[in-house]
Protein backbone atom coordinates (compact mmCIF):
# COMPACT_ATOMS: atom_id res chain seq x y z
CA UNK A 1 0.00 0.00 0.00
CA UNK A 2 3.05 2.14 0.86
CA UNK A 3 4.60 2.10 -2.33
CA UNK A 4 1.86 2.47 -3.94
CA UNK A 5 0.78 5.42 -2.49
CA UNK A 6 4.20 6.67 -2.85
CA UNK A 7 3.82 6.15 -7.01
CA UNK A 8 0.94 7.70 -7.08
CA UNK A 9 2.20 10.78 -4.76
CA UNK A 10 5.48 10.82 -7.13
CA UNK A 11 7.44 10.28 -4.18
CA UNK A 12 8.94 7.51 -5.54
CA UNK A 13 9.30 7.58 -9.26
CA UNK A 14 10.14 4.35 -11.39
CA UNK A 15 11.12 3.45 -14.69
CA UNK A 16 8.70 1.55 -16.68
CA UNK A 17 11.17 0.39 -18.61
CA UNK A 18 13.29 -1.22 -16.34
CA UNK A 19 11.58 -1.79 -13.91
CA UNK A 20 8.25 -2.51 -14.59
CA UNK A 21 8.11 -3.62 -18.32
CA UNK A 22 11.12 -6.10 -18.62
CA UNK A 23 10.33 -8.19 -15.50
CA UNK A 24 6.72 -8.28 -16.62
CA UNK A 25 7.37 -9.29 -20.15
CA UNK A 26 9.98 -12.22 -18.71
CA UNK A 27 6.94 -13.16 -16.14
CA UNK A 28 4.59 -13.14 -18.99
CA UNK A 29 6.93 -15.03 -21.67
CA UNK A 30 5.44 -17.22 -24.84
CA UNK A 31 2.67 -16.79 -26.80
CA UNK A 32 -0.32 -17.41 -24.61
CA UNK A 33 0.34 -14.12 -22.77
CA UNK A 34 1.12 -12.10 -26.23
CA UNK A 35 -2.22 -10.16 -25.67
CA UNK A 36 -1.20 -9.29 -22.33
CA UNK A 37 1.85 -8.23 -23.02
CA UNK A 38 0.34 -6.06 -25.85
CA UNK A 39 -2.66 -4.53 -24.45
CA UNK A 40 -0.07 -3.46 -21.54
CA UNK A 41 2.38 -1.66 -23.93
CA UNK A 42 -1.07 -0.17 -25.84
CA UNK A 43 -1.70 1.40 -22.06
CA UNK A 44 1.91 2.73 -21.75
CA UNK A 45 1.33 4.30 -24.55
CA UNK A 46 -1.88 5.77 -24.54
CA UNK A 47 -0.65 7.55 -21.46
CA UNK A 48 2.78 8.39 -22.16
CA UNK A 49 1.19 11.08 -24.99
CA UNK A 50 -0.90 12.31 -22.96
CA UNK A 51 1.39 12.92 -19.81
CA UNK A 52 1.37 16.55 -19.18
CA UNK A 53 4.76 18.03 -18.95
CA UNK A 54 5.38 21.98 -17.97
CA UNK A 55 7.88 23.85 -19.34
CA UNK A 56 9.23 27.12 -17.71
CA UNK A 57 11.24 29.86 -19.39
CA UNK A 58 11.96 33.25 -17.94
CA UNK A 59 12.91 37.05 -19.05
CA UNK A 60 15.87 37.56 -16.72
CA UNK A 61 15.67 41.08 -16.70
CA UNK A 62 11.88 41.17 -15.18
CA UNK A 63 11.82 38.42 -13.24
CA UNK A 64 9.07 37.18 -15.37
CA UNK A 65 8.47 33.34 -15.39
CA UNK A 66 6.47 31.72 -18.63
CA UNK A 67 4.86 28.45 -17.94
CA UNK A 68 4.08 25.90 -20.84
CA UNK A 69 1.96 23.18 -21.31
CA UNK A 70 1.60 21.78 -24.40
CA UNK A 71 -2.02 19.47 -24.89
CA UNK A 72 -3.59 18.04 -27.71
CA UNK A 73 -6.43 19.94 -28.27
CA UNK A 74 -8.38 17.39 -29.90
CA UNK A 75 -8.36 15.86 -26.08
CA UNK A 76 -10.60 17.12 -23.65
CA UNK A 77 -9.42 15.25 -20.53
CA UNK A 78 -6.00 16.34 -21.35
CA UNK A 79 -7.39 19.87 -21.88
CA UNK A 80 -9.31 19.71 -18.12
CA UNK A 81 -5.75 18.39 -16.65
CA UNK A 82 -4.30 20.97 -18.24
CA UNK A 83 -6.62 23.57 -16.66
CA UNK A 84 -6.27 21.87 -13.12
CA UNK A 85 -2.09 22.10 -13.53
CA UNK A 86 -2.65 25.52 -14.39
CA UNK A 87 -4.52 26.27 -11.03
CA UNK A 88 -1.82 24.79 -9.01
CA UNK A 89 0.87 26.70 -11.08
CA UNK A 90 -1.11 30.47 -10.20
CA UNK A 91 -1.43 29.14 -6.47
CA UNK A 92 2.04 28.22 -6.37
CA UNK A 93 3.51 31.65 -7.41
CA UNK A 94 0.99 33.03 -5.35
CA UNK A 95 2.36 31.48 -2.46
CA UNK A 96 5.57 32.07 -3.11
CA UNK A 97 5.20 35.89 -3.27
CA UNK A 98 5.38 36.04 -7.13
CA UNK A 99 2.33 38.02 -8.56
CA UNK A 100 0.27 36.92 -11.76
CA UNK A 101 1.64 38.80 -14.44
CA UNK A 102 3.61 38.88 -17.58
CA UNK A 103 5.80 41.24 -19.13
CA UNK A 104 2.85 41.73 -21.94
CA UNK A 105 0.34 42.34 -19.75
CA UNK A 106 -2.29 40.50 -17.79
CA UNK A 107 -3.87 38.39 -20.39
CA UNK A 108 -7.43 36.68 -20.78
CA UNK A 109 -7.12 33.65 -19.01
CA UNK A 110 -4.71 34.51 -15.77
CA UNK A 111 -7.71 37.49 -15.04
CA UNK A 112 -9.35 34.75 -13.07
CA UNK A 113 -6.81 34.63 -10.86
CA UNK A 114 -6.23 38.10 -9.70
CA UNK A 115 -7.59 38.59 -6.14
CA UNK A 116 -10.50 40.84 -5.85
CA UNK A 117 -8.60 42.76 -3.67
CA UNK A 118 -6.19 43.36 -6.40
CA UNK A 119 -9.23 43.79 -8.99
CA UNK A 120 -10.71 46.41 -6.54
CA UNK A 121 -7.58 48.72 -6.13
CA UNK A 122 -7.27 48.92 -10.09
CA UNK A 123 -11.12 49.87 -11.19
CA UNK A 124 -10.11 52.36 -8.71
CA UNK A 125 -7.27 53.56 -9.86
CA UNK A 126 -8.52 53.04 -13.63
CA UNK A 127 -11.42 55.04 -12.70
CA UNK A 128 -9.29 57.84 -11.31
CA UNK A 129 -7.04 58.24 -14.22
CA UNK A 130 -9.05 57.08 -17.45
CA UNK A 131 -12.53 58.06 -16.06
CA UNK A 132 -13.77 57.73 -20.12
CA UNK A 133 -11.57 54.47 -20.94
CA UNK A 134 -9.57 55.19 -23.70
CA UNK A 135 -7.32 53.30 -22.36
CA UNK A 136 -7.19 49.43 -23.26
CA UNK A 137 -11.24 49.72 -22.82
CA UNK A 138 -12.55 47.34 -20.51
CA UNK A 139 -9.28 45.45 -19.66
CA UNK A 140 -9.03 44.07 -16.01
CA UNK A 141 -12.13 45.69 -15.78
CA UNK A 142 -15.45 43.93 -14.58
CA UNK A 143 -16.78 41.86 -17.50
CA UNK A 144 -13.15 40.83 -18.44
CA UNK A 145 -11.87 37.72 -18.61
CA UNK A 146 -12.19 34.39 -20.55
CA UNK A 147 -16.21 34.72 -20.66
CA UNK A 148 -16.40 37.69 -22.60
CA UNK A 149 -13.41 37.25 -24.55
CA UNK A 150 -13.69 38.50 -28.36
CA UNK A 151 -11.37 35.66 -29.60
CA UNK A 152 -13.79 32.80 -30.18
CA UNK A 153 -11.14 29.87 -30.50
CA UNK A 154 -9.92 30.43 -26.64
CA UNK A 155 -13.61 30.03 -25.72
CA UNK A 156 -14.59 27.32 -28.26
CA UNK A 157 -11.26 24.91 -27.71
CA UNK A 158 -13.20 22.63 -25.68
CA UNK A 159 -16.11 21.85 -28.22
CA UNK A 160 -13.20 21.57 -30.81
CA UNK A 161 -12.28 18.97 -28.91
CA UNK A 162 -15.58 17.10 -28.35
CA UNK A 163 -15.90 17.41 -32.02
CA UNK A 164 -12.53 16.03 -32.95
CA UNK A 165 -12.87 13.03 -30.77
CA UNK A 166 -16.29 12.35 -32.06
CA UNK A 167 -15.72 12.94 -36.01
CA UNK A 168 -14.10 11.49 -38.84
CA UNK A 169 -12.15 14.79 -39.15
CA UNK A 170 -10.64 13.86 -36.01
CA UNK A 171 -9.82 10.98 -37.74
CA UNK A 172 -8.08 12.92 -40.31
CA UNK A 173 -6.70 15.22 -37.96
CA UNK A 174 -5.04 11.97 -35.95
CA UNK A 175 -3.35 10.76 -39.09
CA UNK A 176 -1.45 13.95 -40.08
CA UNK A 177 -0.97 15.55 -36.89
CA UNK A 178 2.35 14.63 -36.09
CA UNK A 179 3.55 16.07 -39.34
CA UNK A 180 7.18 18.02 -38.99
CA UNK A 181 6.65 20.54 -42.10
CA UNK A 182 9.92 19.04 -43.00
CA UNK A 183 9.19 18.17 -46.53
CA UNK A 184 11.14 15.55 -46.70
CA UNK A 185 8.19 13.92 -48.39
CA UNK A 186 7.95 16.38 -51.44
CA UNK A 187 10.71 15.11 -53.34
CA UNK A 188 9.13 11.69 -54.19
CA UNK A 189 5.52 13.13 -54.57
CA UNK A 190 3.88 12.43 -58.10
CA UNK A 191 1.62 15.56 -57.75
CA UNK A 192 4.28 17.87 -56.75
CA UNK A 193 6.24 19.49 -59.83
CA UNK A 194 6.80 22.79 -59.06
CA UNK A 195 8.31 23.76 -62.50
CA UNK A 196 4.94 22.99 -63.68
CA UNK A 197 3.24 25.01 -61.03
CA UNK A 198 1.92 21.53 -59.57
CA UNK A 199 2.40 22.24 -56.07
CA UNK A 200 0.78 19.24 -54.08
CA UNK A 201 3.50 17.74 -52.12
CA UNK A 202 2.05 15.87 -48.83
CA UNK A 203 3.76 18.57 -46.80
CA UNK A 204 1.23 20.95 -48.56
CA UNK A 205 -1.69 18.81 -48.81
CA UNK A 206 -1.40 18.57 -45.36
CA UNK A 207 -1.10 22.25 -44.47
CA UNK A 208 -4.30 22.54 -46.61
CA UNK A 209 -6.53 19.73 -45.04
CA UNK A 210 -5.46 21.62 -41.36
CA UNK A 211 -6.46 24.47 -42.79
CA UNK A 212 -10.02 23.47 -44.07
CA UNK A 213 -9.87 20.91 -41.12
CA UNK A 214 -10.23 24.52 -38.77
CA UNK A 215 -12.60 25.93 -40.83
CA UNK A 216 -14.81 22.98 -40.52
CA UNK A 217 -14.62 22.87 -36.85
CA UNK A 218 -14.75 26.74 -36.45
CA UNK A 219 -18.25 26.83 -38.08
CA UNK A 220 -19.31 23.40 -36.50
CA UNK A 221 -18.61 25.54 -33.27
CA UNK A 222 -20.15 28.60 -33.94
CA UNK A 223 -23.34 26.57 -35.39
CA UNK A 224 -22.74 29.01 -38.95
CA UNK A 225 -23.35 25.73 -40.90
CA UNK A 226 -20.61 24.31 -42.96
CA UNK A 227 -19.82 26.10 -46.33
CA UNK A 228 -20.00 23.79 -49.25
CA UNK A 229 -16.71 25.01 -50.48
CA UNK A 230 -15.13 23.25 -48.34
CA UNK A 231 -16.66 20.04 -49.65
CA UNK A 232 -15.02 21.58 -53.18
CA UNK A 233 -11.91 22.13 -51.78
CA UNK A 234 -11.08 18.12 -49.39
CA UNK A 235 -12.31 16.93 -53.13
CA UNK A 236 -9.34 19.10 -54.90
CA UNK A 237 -7.15 17.91 -52.25
CA UNK A 238 -7.85 14.14 -52.85
CA UNK A 239 -7.96 14.28 -56.26
CA UNK A 240 -4.40 15.69 -56.21
CA UNK A 241 -3.20 12.40 -55.07
CA UNK A 242 -2.11 9.07 -57.16
CA UNK A 243 -2.57 6.68 -53.91
CA UNK A 244 0.91 5.87 -54.72
CA UNK A 245 2.21 5.92 -51.45
CA UNK A 246 5.84 6.64 -51.80
CA UNK A 247 5.68 9.36 -49.38
CA UNK A 248 5.62 7.03 -46.59
CA UNK A 249 8.97 5.99 -46.82
CA UNK A 250 10.80 9.53 -46.59
CA UNK A 251 8.82 10.45 -43.62
CA UNK A 252 10.41 10.41 -40.48
CA UNK A 253 7.14 9.86 -38.95
CA UNK A 254 5.51 7.69 -41.25
CA UNK A 255 2.32 9.54 -42.68
CA UNK A 256 1.09 7.80 -45.63
CA UNK A 257 -0.49 10.64 -47.57
CA UNK A 258 -2.15 8.34 -50.09
CA UNK A 259 -4.03 6.76 -46.99
CA UNK A 260 -5.00 9.82 -45.84
CA UNK A 261 -6.63 10.68 -49.39
CA UNK A 262 -8.20 8.16 -49.14
CA UNK A 263 -10.03 8.62 -46.04
CA UNK A 264 -11.12 11.88 -47.13
CA UNK A 265 -12.80 10.68 -50.10
CA UNK A 266 -14.10 8.17 -47.81
CA UNK A 267 -15.95 11.08 -46.07
CA UNK A 268 -16.99 12.74 -49.06
CA UNK A 269 -18.98 10.21 -50.46
CA UNK A 270 -20.36 9.12 -47.03
CA UNK A 271 -21.57 13.17 -46.95
CA UNK A 272 -22.45 12.99 -50.60
CA UNK A 273 -20.02 15.15 -51.54
CA UNK A 274 -17.73 13.40 -53.82
CA UNK A 275 -17.39 15.22 -57.16
CA UNK A 276 -15.78 12.48 -59.65
CA UNK A 277 -15.77 12.95 -63.28
CA UNK A 278 -17.65 10.96 -66.03
CA UNK A 279 -14.10 9.22 -67.14
CA UNK A 280 -13.65 7.70 -63.63
CA UNK A 281 -17.72 7.18 -63.01
CA UNK A 282 -17.54 4.47 -66.18
CA UNK A 283 -13.93 2.87 -65.14
CA UNK A 284 -15.53 2.39 -61.91
CA UNK A 285 -18.59 0.84 -63.35
CA UNK A 286 -16.56 -1.50 -65.98
CA UNK A 287 -14.58 -2.66 -63.25
CA UNK A 288 -17.94 -3.66 -61.55
CA UNK A 289 -19.17 -5.59 -63.78
CA UNK A 290 -18.58 -9.21 -63.60
CA UNK A 291 -20.85 -10.57 -66.38
CA UNK A 292 -18.91 -11.74 -69.43
CA UNK A 293 -21.16 -10.11 -71.99
CA UNK A 294 -21.16 -6.78 -70.20
CA UNK A 295 -17.00 -6.85 -70.37
CA UNK A 296 -16.66 -8.23 -73.59
CA UNK A 297 -19.50 -4.94 -74.87
CA UNK A 298 -17.70 -2.51 -72.90
CA UNK A 299 -13.85 -3.05 -73.62
CA UNK A 300 -15.15 -2.91 -77.52
CA UNK A 301 -17.26 0.26 -76.50
CA UNK A 302 -14.77 2.01 -74.17
CA UNK A 303 -11.28 0.77 -74.67
CA UNK A 304 -10.89 -0.49 -78.15
CA UNK A 305 -13.61 2.44 -80.11
CA UNK A 306 -13.04 4.57 -77.39
CA UNK A 307 -9.56 4.98 -78.08
CA UNK A 308 -9.45 4.96 -81.45
CA UNK A 309 -11.97 8.42 -81.93
CA UNK A 310 -9.53 9.71 -79.62
CA UNK A 311 -6.84 8.82 -81.18
CA UNK A 312 -8.47 10.42 -84.85
CA UNK A 313 -9.38 13.50 -82.25
CA UNK A 314 -6.18 14.18 -81.33
CA UNK A 315 -4.52 14.09 -85.00
CA UNK A 316 -7.32 16.36 -86.51
CA UNK A 317 -7.25 18.74 -83.01
CA UNK A 318 -3.57 18.83 -83.24
CA UNK A 319 -2.69 22.20 -85.44
CA UNK A 320 -5.51 24.18 -82.81
CA UNK A 321 -4.15 22.96 -80.41
CA UNK A 322 -0.62 24.35 -80.62
CA UNK A 323 -0.40 26.21 -76.57
CA UNK A 324 -0.70 24.21 -73.82
CA UNK A 325 -2.97 25.64 -71.15
CA UNK A 326 -0.92 26.88 -68.50
CA UNK A 327 -0.83 24.35 -65.12
CA UNK A 328 -2.28 25.04 -61.96
CA UNK A 329 -3.68 24.65 -58.79
CA UNK A 330 -7.53 23.98 -58.36
CA UNK A 331 -10.18 22.03 -60.76
CA UNK A 332 -9.36 22.68 -64.38
CA UNK A 333 -11.92 24.22 -66.38
CA UNK A 334 -13.89 21.63 -69.00
CA UNK A 335 -11.66 23.09 -71.87
CA UNK A 336 -8.68 22.69 -70.33
CA UNK A 337 -9.41 19.44 -69.52
CA UNK A 338 -10.89 18.46 -72.80
CA UNK A 339 -7.09 19.95 -74.20
CA UNK A 340 -5.33 17.85 -71.53
CA UNK A 341 -7.44 14.32 -73.22
CA UNK A 342 -6.59 15.26 -76.70
CA UNK A 343 -3.24 16.47 -75.99
CA UNK A 344 -1.49 12.99 -76.55
CA UNK A 345 -2.83 10.36 -79.41
CA UNK A 346 -3.92 6.83 -77.39
CA UNK A 347 -2.66 3.61 -78.69
CA UNK A 348 -5.19 2.23 -81.24
CA UNK A 349 -3.54 -1.35 -80.96
CA UNK A 350 -5.80 -2.41 -77.78
CA UNK A 351 -5.07 -5.70 -77.83
CA UNK A 352 -7.03 -8.75 -77.08
CA UNK A 353 -10.64 -9.97 -76.30
CA UNK A 354 -11.04 -9.86 -72.11
CA UNK A 355 -9.03 -12.99 -70.53
CA UNK A 356 -11.78 -15.08 -70.20
CA UNK A 357 -12.99 -14.52 -73.28
CA UNK A 358 -10.00 -15.57 -74.61
CA UNK A 359 -9.40 -18.86 -73.20
CA UNK A 360 -13.58 -19.48 -73.75
CA UNK A 361 -14.09 -19.83 -70.17
CA UNK A 362 -16.95 -17.31 -70.11
CA UNK A 363 -19.47 -19.33 -67.59
CA UNK A 364 -19.64 -17.77 -64.46
CA UNK A 365 -19.19 -20.09 -61.16
CA UNK A 366 -17.24 -22.88 -62.59
CA UNK A 367 -13.51 -22.73 -60.77
CA UNK A 368 -11.31 -23.16 -64.29
CA UNK A 369 -8.11 -25.28 -63.46
CA UNK A 370 -5.56 -25.07 -66.49
CA UNK A 371 -3.26 -28.05 -66.88
CA UNK A 372 -0.95 -29.40 -69.83
CA UNK A 373 -2.22 -32.21 -70.82
CA UNK A 374 1.71 -34.08 -71.27
CA UNK A 375 3.53 -31.61 -68.95
CA UNK A 376 1.47 -31.72 -65.39
CA UNK A 377 0.16 -35.06 -63.54
CA UNK A 378 -1.45 -35.02 -60.01
CA UNK A 379 1.91 -34.56 -58.23
CA UNK A 380 2.39 -31.15 -60.18
CA UNK A 381 1.92 -27.90 -58.43
CA UNK A 382 -0.65 -25.56 -58.02
CA UNK A 383 -1.01 -21.94 -58.73
CA UNK A 384 -3.84 -19.56 -58.13
CA UNK A 385 -3.73 -16.92 -60.55
CA UNK A 386 -5.68 -13.92 -59.54
CA UNK A 387 -5.24 -11.25 -62.89
CA UNK A 388 -7.18 -8.79 -61.61
CA UNK A 389 -8.73 -6.30 -63.45
CA UNK A 390 -5.44 -4.58 -65.49
CA UNK A 391 -4.92 -8.09 -67.01
CA UNK A 392 -8.29 -9.32 -67.14
CA UNK A 393 -10.10 -7.31 -69.14
CA UNK A 394 -7.61 -4.17 -69.72
CA UNK A 395 -4.13 -5.47 -70.82
CA UNK A 396 -5.38 -9.48 -71.50
CA UNK A 397 -1.92 -10.12 -73.07
CA UNK A 398 -0.30 -9.95 -69.83
CA UNK A 399 -2.71 -12.09 -67.98
CA UNK A 400 -2.36 -14.72 -71.16
CA UNK A 401 1.44 -14.55 -71.22
CA UNK A 402 1.53 -15.59 -67.22
CA UNK A 403 -0.72 -18.56 -67.76
CA UNK A 404 1.45 -19.60 -70.43
CA UNK A 405 4.19 -19.49 -68.48
CA UNK A 406 3.05 -21.55 -65.83
CA UNK A 407 1.19 -23.77 -68.22
CA UNK A 408 4.20 -24.87 -70.12
CA UNK A 409 6.22 -25.15 -67.15
CA UNK A 410 3.76 -27.83 -66.10
CA UNK A 411 2.33 -26.10 -63.14
CA UNK A 412 -1.99 -26.42 -62.91
CA UNK A 413 -3.34 -22.93 -63.23
CA UNK A 414 -6.52 -21.87 -61.05
CA UNK A 415 -8.51 -19.07 -61.69
CA UNK A 416 -11.31 -17.39 -59.97
CA UNK A 417 -14.68 -18.58 -60.75
CA UNK A 418 -15.72 -14.76 -62.05
CA UNK A 419 -14.36 -12.08 -63.66
CA UNK A 420 -13.13 -10.27 -60.48
CA UNK A 421 -11.47 -6.95 -59.02
CA UNK A 422 -9.87 -6.84 -55.97
CA UNK A 423 -11.71 -3.85 -54.82
CA UNK A 424 -8.45 -1.30 -54.84
CA UNK A 425 -9.30 1.16 -57.19
CA UNK A 426 -12.93 1.25 -55.68
CA UNK A 427 -11.15 1.70 -52.47
CA UNK A 428 -9.04 4.43 -53.55
CA UNK A 429 -11.72 6.50 -54.56
CA UNK A 430 -13.39 6.35 -51.57
CA UNK A 431 -16.66 3.71 -51.66
CA UNK A 432 -15.33 1.66 -49.07
CA UNK A 433 -18.88 -0.71 -49.64
CA UNK A 434 -18.17 -1.48 -53.39
CA UNK A 435 -14.53 -2.36 -52.44
CA UNK A 436 -15.77 -5.29 -50.52
S1 LIG B 1 0.50 8.89 -52.03
FE1 LIG B 1 -0.21 10.89 -52.83
S2 LIG B 1 0.82 12.39 -51.58
FE2 LIG B 1 1.95 10.44 -51.28
S3 LIG B 1 3.60 10.50 -52.84
FE3 LIG B 1 1.84 9.45 -53.78
S4 LIG B 1 0.73 11.11 -54.87
FE4 LIG B 1 2.11 12.11 -53.39
S1 LIG C 1 8.02 14.03 -44.73
FE1 LIG C 1 6.36 13.59 -43.28
S2 LIG C 1 6.76 15.01 -41.58
FE2 LIG C 1 7.94 15.77 -43.33
S3 LIG C 1 6.55 17.26 -44.35
FE3 LIG C 1 6.27 15.27 -45.34
S4 LIG C 1 4.49 14.37 -44.28
FE4 LIG C 1 5.29 16.02 -42.95
Redesign the pocket.
Known amino acids: NNIFKAIQTGENVISYINSFAKPLNDLLMGDLFIKIRNQVKDIHTEYREVRLFVATHMHAGDGNVHTNIPVHSHNTQMLHQAEAVVDEIMTLASDLGGVISGEHGIGLTKYQYLSDEFKQEFIEYKNKIDPNGHFNKGKLMPGSGLDNAFTPSLRLVEQEALILESSEIGEINDMVKSCLRCGK?KD?????VPEANLL???RD?IIGTNLISEAFLYEEQTRRGVSINHFDEFNDIAD?????????APCPVNI??????IKMKNILVKQKQRHTNIAAKVSIAYLNMTKPWQINLTKKLLIDLGYKAQHIASRLSKPLLKKQPNKTVGNPSALTQLITILDKPLPTDTGMAPLRSLLNINDVGTIPILAHPDKSNADSPSVFYFPGCGSERLYSKIGLATIALLYHQGVKVVLPPSYLCCGYPQASAGNEAKSK
Not at 188 to 192: L, R, S
Not at 240 to 248: K, L, Q
Open positions: CVCTTHYSPKHCTICHRCEDFGDVS
